[in-house]
Structures are given as structure tokens and as C-alpha cells.
């Protein structure tokens, strides 16, 4: 393979030719410290709170965290304090739109010639590969190439959201816009070759409209082939009658229903029980004649040409497009032509639908907060909408209000599995060494395999609505269980720092503390828990760890789990896996 990517890549800069950079500041967030300084809530569990919120939670080993908190407003007062919070919260909104080179190259790294190179060259690796496929000895090295892309792209967001050292907000808004805009990346060949871009095309726009986000979805190639409208066409018979060509109506159906205004053609009934409709079934129909000839381009057989979007007019439907009820509150009845630019118009009338306000709005609330976000809130972001979907400014209507920083919705909101198993991992010091190559090979395989158990696998969500978000949607068995497993099986990693002295890892650590007697080495073994786990979780009574920690070491109790005296990796799974550490 290595000839091969050579041959195809020769003069290629990887990493910079996928990477977007962001020339202005996504949003200001001009009153943020502001609204910090006037809620209610501790400042500790303010950060405990907006890190999990804004990025996937603390790093107790870096100046960012509780402890820093607490001295400064201990010392400085509760606005300075809060203008340090704003400060890293802004630093991070001004890249919101920029990807972690470091984990570009971190996947690149593993898997060479994947992540940092574009889907074109992907394609063209992908088929020289499979001239060498050899079905009869089971011989597939284009597949393995392709599921090497997709292990890539898992690889690059597992490190970025686990070592980014302060607030993450890009990589948690990129989370958002994939969901919302969901593609299946791991159910295809195709899809895995193209994955990676179909994200930084979204990241792109992160902080442009909600229009620009929904038409670089729906122009883009994985777009296309997840939700068929590759193959969406106006009837086309050949010679002999038979149709080979037809109206597709998965992507029409979608751009509508979870895209846009977020309803089925029932959008509520009225008081006397009578159906409101948002649209009517055959305007869905409608919708896949608009959207036919929107296709994809591949390189030819010389190599020659790039996967792109194509129009193709030969497919497209040129009869008038009637749309009696769904845009009645926008522009009352539409008839759209033929042609790219018709259907475009047809996306930003779905863009400027009152209902794709309120549902866009609705469901980024959600993400951010972990729960259904208060009306009062939602509709703070519906007026920052705007015509097409202002995104900086809609980010803003949610990070500037008093409602985000209220004491009764901060850590009420409940972590995906992603989420918390990013959350614990930095937690637990990951965030700071593992910088050899094997050690984050590691690192991004155990941090994939310890979702995937509790029921997130990423970029592999096979119905086009996405993951869910909330309480009701991750509390089950599966996510416990999975979560005290997964705590237990990184534990041992844990990274400390005694005395200045280089980290060790947990368990190296505590075979090395001085002391002879039980209560000595509690008390040490306390120290270290409280400096370096303890600020992470607001809320949790150290005295309370202590008892267990000093009850553990002189009665000799073993760990149940771990089948250990020294009952520390016990208190560290406790922590991470306790009702606490769920919410953000």
C-alpha cells in the first residue's frame, strides 16, 4: 500500500490541506463574565458545569481547574473570577471553527495517508487497491484501506476531546452539526472515504448561517450517498419501457422532517382534536423533485477530475414544484422551477421556516445543556436566528443569558457516553502524558472501545435522526454498568504528581509513598486524592472518601472489584461512575 500512496500523494502537504482556518471571532460573548458573576451557583461548580458544557470537562492536573477557582475567588473576588472563566471560555469560541492540528497529525500518525489527505486522494488510493483484491484468498486490502479511514476519523475526535487543555467548544459544536446532519460513516465504503471531509465541510460553517450549514450538507458526496439522492432522478424509461432512473424520496423526507422544520406532516392537533398540519405528504414528493440531479462526481478511470457535487441537469425534474401548505408561514403558496438555483431557493425557505427556527434552536440547547432547554431560553435563540440562521449569534442567546448560568440548570444536564468517557479520561490525568505515538494509540483505542460498551459508537449511528440527548435517552443498565467497567479499566493510569516530581502512574505511585503505619499512608494517599481527583467533582464530600480510604487501609477490606487492598482505585471508580459525574 505504501507504493501506492506514494505514487498518488507525491508533492501532497497532508495536514494543511484539510484544515479550516478561521479568520474572525466566531462570537464575543460580549456580557459573559457578567452573567457568571450574577448567578447563584459556586464558582466551582460553575466550571464543573460550563467544562463539561463547553468541552468534556475538567483536567485537574492543569491550572484549569476547581482549585484555580477557589483561590481566585478566595483571593481576587467573584467578578475576577468570573472574568477568568469568560476569558477561556472566549478563547475557545474564537477558533470554534478550526480543528486540533496536533490530533490531525496524532491520526495520521496511526493511520497513515487517511485523515490528512482529501477525499479524492482517498478514492484514487482506494482504487488502485482493489486492483490487487483477490476475493478467492479473502484478499481486501481497499476495505481494510477504507476502515482504516473511518478508525482515523474515530481516532482524531477521541484525542482531540481528551487532550485539548481548556474549554473545547468547536470540537462540542462539531459534535452538534454531525448529529443534526447525520451521516452513517462506518456503513459504507464510500461514506468512510469521504467521513472525514463531510466533518470539516460542516466545522467549516460552524460560526456562518444555518443556511450555509444545511447547503454544504446537502451538496456534500456523503450527504448524497447516505440518504440516496445519488440516486434520486426524474423518471427516465429506456428503449425497451423499463424504468432505470426515478424520484427518490429519503433525502426530500429528511431535509424536511429532521433537517429543517423537524415535524411530520401532523405538527399538533387543535383544541377541538382536529390535526394542524405542517405540510402535506405530497409536498415531500414535491421536495425529492426539486433536489433530483443532485448528484456527485467521481475521478474518472485516468485519475483524472475529484470527487465532488455535480448538478446534473440531465436528471433533473424540469416541471413546476407546488407547494401549497408547508412555506403558508414564510411565503405563503411556492411553485419552484428547474434547475441548482430553484433548489436552493427551496433550502433557504426551509432555513427561514418559523419551525426550523424554533427546532434548530431547541435541539442546540439540548446538546449544550444535556436537557431540554427552558422556552424563555429557546426563544432568546429564535430571535437571534435571524432570516437564514446567524449561528454566532444564536451560540450567544444561549452562553449570555442568565439562564445557562442558573444554579437549577447547571449539572442538570446528563453526558452522552462520549462525553462522559472523554470527561473521565481527562479526569483521570489522561489529558497530560501519553505523548508517544504507541501510548495514544492506546489511548484513542481504549476511549472508543470503553462508548462503544456503553452504546456510542461514533460516526456509526445508523438512522438519519442522529444520537439522542437527555436523561431519558442514556439512563439505562447499559450505560452504568459500561461506566463503572470503563473507570475501572483506565484507573491504573492514572497520572499523579508528588512533590514536583515526575507523574507516575496510580498504582506505581502508591507503592512508592513513605510511611509505615496505615493512618500515615492514608493520609498521604488523601492528600493525593483531594489535590488531583477531588476538584473535579463540585459537590463531593471529601471527608466522605476519607473514612473510606482510612477504613479501607486499616481493616484490610479488599476492593470487590479489583480484589486489592489499597482501596484508592476503588474511591477513583466511585467517583467517575457516581450519579454526580453523569451530569454537566
Known amino acids: 500500500m505504501g507504493k501506492v500512496c506514494k505514487k498518488i500523494l507525491l508533492g501532497v502537504s497532508l495536514v494543511s490541506s484539510v484544515m479550516p482556518v478561521s479568520s474572525f471571532a466566531c462570537s464575543d460573548l460580549v456580557g459573559l463574565e457578567n452573567k457568571i458573576a450574577q448567578s447563584n451557583a459556586p464558582m466551582d461548580k460553575i466550571m464543573v458545569s460550563s467544562s463539561s458544557r463547553l468541552g468534556y470537562g475538567l483536567n485537574p492536573l492543569s491550572y484549569h481547574n476547581t482549585d484555580t477557582v477557589r483561590l481566585f475567588e478566595k483571593y481576587l473576588g467573584r467578578p475576577a473570577t468570573a472574568k477568568f472563566i469568560a476569558a477561556e471560555i472566549r478563547e475557545s469560541m474564537k477558533v470554534a471553527d478550526n480543528i486540533n492540528s496536533r490530533s490531525v497529525k496524532i491520526a495520521e500518525d496511526i493511520y497513515p495517508n487517511t485523515y490528512g489527505i482529501n477525499m479524492t486522494q482517498r478514492m484514487l488510493i482506494y482504487r488502485e487497491l482493489a486492483k490487487a483484491a483477490d476475493p478467492l484468498q479473502d484478499y481486501h486490502p481497499h476495505l481494510k484501506y477504507s476502515g482504516e479511514v473511518f478508525k482515523a476519523m474515530v481516532a482524531r475526535k477521541h484525542h482531540a476531546a481528551i487532550t485539548v487543555q481548556r474549554y473545547n467548544i468547536g470540537e462540542v459544536l462539531s459534535d452538534f452539526w454531525f448529529n443534526h446532519f447525520n451521516v452513517a460513516v462506518n456503513g459504507s465504503s464510500l461514506n468512510r472515504l469521504f467521513g472525514p471531509d463531510y466533518e470539516l465541510a460542516l466545522r467549516k460553517n460552524t460560526c456562518k448561517t444555518f443556511y450555509d450549514m444545511l447547503l454544504a450538507s446537502a451538496k456534500h458526496p456523503a450527504m448524497n450517498v447516505f440518504l440516496d ?17 426515478d424520484v427518490n424520496e429519503n433525502y426530500g423526507r429528511e431535509v424536511i422532517e429532521l433537517h429543517t422544520i423537524g415535524s411530520g406532516p401532523i405538527h399538533h392537533f387543535d383544541a377541538n382534536g382536529n390535526p394542524v398540519y405542517a405540510y402535506y405528504q405530497k409536498e415531500v414528493y414535491e421536495a425529492a423533485r426539486v433536489l433530483t440531479g443532485w448528484n456527485m462526481q467521481l475521478p474518472k478511470a485516468d485519475g ?6 455535480f448538478f446534473n441537469d440531465a436528471r433533473n425534474d424540469t416541471g413546476k414544484k407546488v407547494f401549497d401548505k408547508l412555506f403558508q408561514p414564510v411565503s405563503g403558496k411556492v411553485t419552484i422551477g428547474a434547475g441548482q438555483q430553484e433548489a436552493e431557493r427551496f433550502l433557504k425557505l426551509l432555513a427561514m421556516h418559523p419551525l426550523t427556527k424554533r427546532n434548530i434552536c431547541t435541539k442546540l440547547g439540548a446538546h449544550l445543556m444535556g436537557f431540554k432547554p427552558p422556552q424563555t431560553l429557546v426563544n432568546k435563540c429564535v430571535a437571534a436566528y435571524g432570516t437564514v440562521g446567524n449561528l454566532p449569534k444564536m451560540y450567544e442567546a444561549y452562553l ?21 468517557t472523554s470527561s473521565m479520561l481527562r479526569a483521570l490525568g489522561f489529558a497530560n502524558k501519553y505523548a508517544l505515538i504507541e501510548n495514544e494509540k492506546f489511548l484513542v483505542g481504549t476511549s472508543n472501545s470503553m462508548a462503544s460498551s456503553m452504546g456510542f459508537q461514533l460516526y456509526s449511528f445508523g438512522p438519519p435522526t442522529g444520537y439522542p440527548v437527555g436523561l431519558l435517552d442514556w439512563a439505562s443498565p447499559q450505560y452504568v454498568n459500561g461506566s463503572i467497567a470503563a473507570a ?6 492514572l497520572q499523579v504528581s508528588f512533590n514536583g516530581k515526575k507523574d507516575l502512574a496510580l498504582e506505581k505511585f502508591v507503592s512508592n509513598l513513605p510511611g509505615s503505619s496505615s493512618q500515615d499512608k492514608a493520609n498521604r494517599q488523601f492528600d493525593m486524592v483531594t489535590k488531583n481527583i477531588v476538584p473535579v467533582f463540585a459537590g463531593v464530600d471529601p471527608s466522605v472518601l476519607k473514612n473510606k480510604l482510612v477504613l479501607g487501609l486499616t481493616t484490610g477490606k479488599e476492593d470487590k472489584l479489583g480484589k486489592e487492598k489499597l482501596p484508592l482505585r476503588t474511591i477513583v471508580v466511585q467517583s467517575v461512575s457516581s450519579g454526580y459525574f453523569y451530569k454537566k
Do not use: C, H
Open 229 to 245: 439522492n445519488n440516486r434520486n432522478s426524474k423518471k427516465i424509461v429506456n428503449k425497451s419501457g423499463a424504468v432505470v432512473a
Open 304 to 309: 483524472s477530475g475529484q470527487v465532488a457535487f
Open 400 to 420: 449570555v443569558s442568565d439562564e445557562f448560568w442558573s444554579p437549577n440548570t447547571l449539572m442538570a444536564g446528563f453526558k452522552t457516553p462520549f462525553e462522559w
Open 488 to 493: 475501572f479499566k483506565a484507573s491504573p493510569y
